[in-house]
């Protein structure tokens, strides 16, 4: 599996910590509560900034 981007591991940082602090909000405006909906949020902004993070296999 390649190795995040320097980018990818700030984006993907920051997101979880917003998630800890209980500040991460959906694209919706709804508050996360899931671990699981924080860390798909993070991968994705993650992808979106340019980080080489393979998809989910299924």
Not at 3 to 31: D, P
Not at 52 to 58: E, G, R, V
Request: hydrophobic share 25%; aromatic share 0%; no cysteine.
């Amino acid at each position: 599996m390649p190795k995040t981007t320097s980018t990818g591991e700030r984006k993907i940082h920051k997101v979880m910590h917003e998630n800890k602090k209980g500040t991460l909000r959906s694209s919706s405006g709804q508050k996360v509560t899931s671990r699981k909906q924080a860390v798909a949020i993070a991968l994705s902004e993650a992808r979106k900034s340019g980080a080489n993070i393979p998809k989910k296999q299924s």
